[in-house]
């Protein structure tokens, strides 16, 4: 199985931070790489597919970099709704695995 | 609108079984596979397998590939976990998922369903 290093695992900002969030995968999995935010109780929801590409309807503050092994997410002018938890998850082979998370808190 | 929903949440005793259903709407359910997803608490999402709606092809996790069957009714646009011979550790959030046709991606997510092991 591809494992998923997530760091950091937990941060603090404040709302119009800059923050970035980075994945790294134990093989290749060139960019079939996705991130999810997931708010207590909730499922998650889908915000960059294909290590770069913005889920329709998702604010453009967020974006994905990255191929191979080695990605970032990172969100601009943090808002208050950005409070969360965020999964990074390779879709190259199955079976596709989540990253740890890495939870957003206000500071 | 597009939509997942799921069944209600299970209290089940460790050896049972228990299946959990997912219900498509707005959208054509032949169209999308379905995934199912578990999570335990305070632990990070973990895949489980998928079915294509249209074909009946299965693809399962490893880890789960002796204790779970999902199928699906395509009459009904329902979609169906089943897990057996629970254990402690099986308890968990269950969602489904549809699984985006331009890219390996879950688009759509049911509100998750919780199974509860325990003696």
């Known amino acids: 199985d591809i494992q998923m290093t997530q760091s950091p695992s937990s941060l603090s900002a404040s709302v119009g931070d800059r923050v970035t969030i980075t994945c790294r995968t134990s093989?290749?999995?060139?960019?079939?790489l996705n991130w999810y935010q997931q708010k207590p109780g909730k499922a998650p929801d889908l915000l960059i597919y294909?290590?770069?590409s913005l889920q329709s309807g998702v604010p453009s503050r967020f974006s994905g970099r990255g191929s191979g092994t080695d990605f970032t997410l990172t969100i601009t002018n943090l808002q208050p709704e950005d409070f969360a938890t965020y999964y990074c998850?390779?879709?190259?082979?199955?079976?596709?695995?989540f990253g740890q998370g890495t939870k957003v808190e206000v500071k | 609108q597009v939509q997942l929903v799921q069944s209600g949440t299970e209290v089940k005793e460790p050896g049972a079984s228990v299946t959990v259903s997912c219900e498509a709407s707005?959208?054509?359910?032949?169209?999308?596979?379905i995934h199912w997803v578990r999570q335990a608490p305070g632990q990070s999402p973990e895949w489980m397998g998928w079915?294509?709606?249209?074909?009946?092809?299965?693809n399962y996790a490893e880890k789960f590939r002796a204790r779970v069957t999902i199928t699906r009714d395509t009459s009904t646009g329902t979609g169906y976990l089943e897990l057996i011979s629970l254990k402690s550790d099986d308890t968990a959030v269950y969602f489904c998922?549809?699984?985006?046709?331009?890219?390996?991606?879950?688009?759509?997510w049911g509100q998750g369903t919780l199974v509860t092991v325990s003696p």
């Open positions: 294909s290590a770069s």
């Open positions: 998922a549809r699984g985006a046709d331009y890219a390996d991606a879950f688009d759509i």
């Open positions: 093989r290749y999995v060139n960019t079939y």
């Open positions: 998850q390779q879709t190259y082979s199955t079976p596709w695995t």
């Open positions: 707005g959208y054509t359910f032949s169209d999308f596979y």
């Open positions: 079915i294509n709606p249209d074909s009946g092809a299965l």
